[in-house]
């Protein structure tokens, strides 16, 4: 059972928005810990997708942007493209495990 | 560029000692100031964080879930760092990443993981 939540699975059709949500503690995100998303495609190894505040890293469309509030953080998608097709994990600092942790992940299926 | 590469056993015995080593390749892994981490997949299900080890006086940080049998070290002179889990079981079955966790500081100062390595499969079985 991962630290922190994120919905199994999510899907949309090409050109909606969708969100995925990263439910957290006090000892994470609700301590004001940053979040980042990482984007997976199957066989493949993690990439940051997202860093916290809103930030993009070079390379990455405007389509994605993130929220936080509270506990909880969010990845939003719009414009919904096939490719973006793959596992979304929320990743944060935790105070109780000293260390770093991550969401369940989030299949996202572009139907 | 910097690239990691992660070796050891595809097949490990239960009770055994599950060993992997990560070869950083494009950069002395003394340079800059990270932390080398290791990050386990199991299949079909999440990422875990393992631990990491810091290039800097070689201090390590542990999952507590793994702690007991948990042993990450540093080899500057091969470039490399490995991981030892001990007293394997069929839940350590994973793909196993060794990751560089690095800091930016444009756009903000961030910790994140920048550089992973391709995985290795890791079968706990007899």
């Known amino acids: 059972q991962s630290v922190l939540t994120q919905p199994p699975s999510v899907s949309g059709a090409p050109g909606q928005r969708v969100t995925i949500s990263c439910t957290g503690s006090?000892?994470?995100?609700?301590?004001?810990?940053?979040v980042f998303w990482y984007r997976q495609f199957p066989g493949k190894a993690p990439k940051l997708l997202m860093f916290?505040?809103?930030n993009r890293p070079s390379g990455v469309p405007d389509r994605f942007s993130v929220s936080k509030s509270g506990t909880s953080a969010s990845l939003a998608i719009t414009g919904l493209q096939a490719e973006d097709e793959a596992d979304y994990y929320c990743?944060?600092?935790?105070?109780?495990?000293?260390?770093?942790?991550f969401g369940g992940g989030t299949r996202l299926t572009v139907l | 560029q910097v690239q990691l590469q992660e070796s050891g056993p595809g097949l490990v015995k239960p009770s055994q000692t599950l060993s992997l080593t990560c070869t950083v390749s494009?950069?002395?892994?003394?340079?800059?100031?990270?932390?080398w981490s290791w990050i386990r997949q199991p299949a079909g299900k999440g990422l875990e964080w393992i631990g990491r080890?810091?290039?800097?006086?070689?201090?390590?940080s542990y999952n507590p879930s793994l702690k007991s049998r948990l042993s990450i070290s540093l080899d500057t002179s091969k470039n490399q760092f490995s991981l030892k889990l001990t007293s394997a079981t069929a839940a350590d079955t994973a793909v196993y990443f060794c990751?560089?966790?690095?800091?930016?500081?444009?756009?903000?100062?961030?910790?994140?993981?920048?550089?992973w390595g391709r995985g290795t499969l890791v079968t706990v079985s007899s």
């Open positions: 494009g950069d002395s892994i003394s340079n800059g100031t990270y932390h």
């Open positions: 990751a560089r966790f690095s800091r930016v500081d444009v756009p903000a100062v961030y910790w994140y993981f920048d550089l």
């Open positions: 916290d505040d809103n």
């Open positions: 080890i810091y290039t800097s006086g070689g201090v390590t």
């Open positions: 990743q944060t600092y935790d105070r109780t495990v000293s260390g770093t942790v």
């Open positions: 006090s000892s994470n995100i609700g301590a004001g810990a940053d």
